[in-house]
């Protein structure tokens, strides 16, 4: 195995490297808390995301091995045809919805031999002072679609978080319409406690909680939780849509928790029935699903897919989603997700103390700040450090100040979450 360093050892805290594996190359982007492995050559994939040497997404080990190498080189390449016949690397990858194959305006596949198997160009940047590192991945023109797609992939120093920036530009002549559709594989696993598997926060729209999409073997099993949802972990085949996704998915399982932040539009349209978020699911089967092109799963997977706005493009523009992806431990559900930190018991404001327990992304002194309604700063009280990826337990009992109408909770400069003041 050959590789070429995109930096000079020892000189900056986030690192970039290519290596030649078997088959293609790949990006490690390395920042001592995260480690990233991209793939260009298998679609633009983001193929591993390790924190505290544990692995979080789902890569098919009949294709590649432990190290990443391609079992058998001739698999890596642009490839079409039915779902049966559908290379599954695993990984993070980007993909145009609505999916389908009765119409031009829908995306067959996967398999795809552009979007989904086609080589991407691979742009590595490396900030001078060692604080980031940007990779932008970029595909073929797709004649199919119309579309070019764009990955980039950022990540900062001493953070346990990485930011992806989605685009789409139409290339052809024509108009065409799509949504960004970004969908991340994870291990699916039996379930072993009652706080595993997938979350997702509602925006009370008035939208349906759920929509059934796709029955392979059934429907994935929602539950309520106040205002979040719970897909719990269980075997079966199938997927469920999400129209009243607040803008945040977390996965929860033996490698710790995954979250996913994404903006929404309320006013815009969405693909499959207005789903803003989605969760495919599967496990192994004995024979294959001739009403899903033949796809017959080998493994237990749960998909988290975030989805932008159905977006119309005259010849030459572009549709651009953006989200945050932040990694911690496992600690049950998930309740919120915010810019900075996501949060497993919810932060509140009751009797004079401030409780919860949330997971920031990065590190340095913590301290809640009591505002007025101005948002004039009455008092600053430190409640230790914040340590990224780290769970953050607030029991803190505040002095009453008159004129008080929200407490902050602040980790250096992120503000990790805020709640009203309640009397008493």
């Known amino acids: 195995m050959s590789s070429t360093p995109a ?29 990233l492995v991209i793939a260009p050559a298998l679609g633009g994939r983001l193929l591993s995301v390790v924190r505290d040497g544990r692995e979080f997404l789902h890569r098919n ?6 190290a990443l190498n391609a079992r058998d080189p001739r698999t890596v390449g642009p490839h079409d045809g039915p779902m049966s016949a559908w290379h599954n690397w695993g990984g993070d990858k980007t993909w145009p919805a609505p ?31 060692g604080s980031r590192a940007d990779i932008t991945l970029t595909s073929g023109d797709d004649p199919r679609t119309g579309l070019r797609l764009t990955r980039r992939i950022t990540l900062a120093a001493s953070r346990c978080d990485f930011a992806l920036r989605l685009s789409a530009q139409n290339v052809s002549a024509r108009t065409v319409r799509w949504s960004l559709w970004n969908v991340t594989q994870l291990p699916g696993h039996p379930a072993e406690r009652p706080g595993d598997g997938v979350w997702l926060g509602t925006a009370g729209s008035g939208a349906p909680d759920t929509v059934d999409l796709v029955a392979g073997t059934g429907r994935p099993r929602v539950v309520r939780h106040g205002d979040v949802l719970h897909v719990p972990a269980q075997d079966v085949v199938g997927k469920v849509g999400f129209p009243d996704a607040a803008g945040w998915i977390a996965h929860v399982g033996p490698a710790g928790t995954w979250t996913h932040r994404f903006p929404v539009d309320p006013d815009a349209p969405y693909t499959d029935e207005g789903s803003r978020a989605e969760v495919w699911m599967e496990h192994p089967l004995d024979a294959p699903l001739e009403h899903l092109g033949g796809l017959r799963p080998r493994h237990r997977v749960v998909e988290c897919e975030a989805l932008g706005p159905y977006r119309e493009l005259a010849p030459g523009d572009t549709t651009a989603l953006d989200g945050t992806v932040s990694l911690g431990p496992r600690l049950g559900a998930v309740t919120s997700v915010g810019a900075h930190a996501w949060w497993s018991e919810p932060l509140r404001h009751a009797e004079g103390k401030v409780t919860g327990v949330c997971v920031p992304s990065g590190g340095g002194p913590a301290a809640l700040l009591v505002r007025d309604t101005t948002g004039r700063v009455l ?11 780290t769970p953050l337990v607030l029991d803190t009992r505040l002095p009453a100040d008159p004129g008080a109408a929200r407490v902050e909770v602040c980790c250096g400069r992120d503000v990790l979450g805020a709640v009203a003041v309640l009397p008493g």
Not at 21 to 34: F, K, P, S, T, W
Not at 61 to 66: G, K, V, Y
Not at 106 to 122: F, I, M, Q, R
């Open 61 to 66: 080990p009949e294709l590649l091995d432990d």
């Open 99 to 129: 999916q389908g194959w009765s119409g031009p305006e829908e995306w067959a596949g996967p398999p795809d031999p552009v979007l989904d198997s086609g080589a991407y160009t691979c742009d590595v940047g490396l900030a001078d002072d």
């Open 379 to 389: 008092r600053r009280q430190p409640v230790g450090e914040c340590a990224a990826g």
């Open 7 to 35: 930096h000079r050892a020892g000189e900056r805290r986030v690192s970039a490297v290519r290596r030649t594996l078997a088959g293609h190359q790949i990006v490690e982007v390395d920042n001592g808390l995260v480690r």
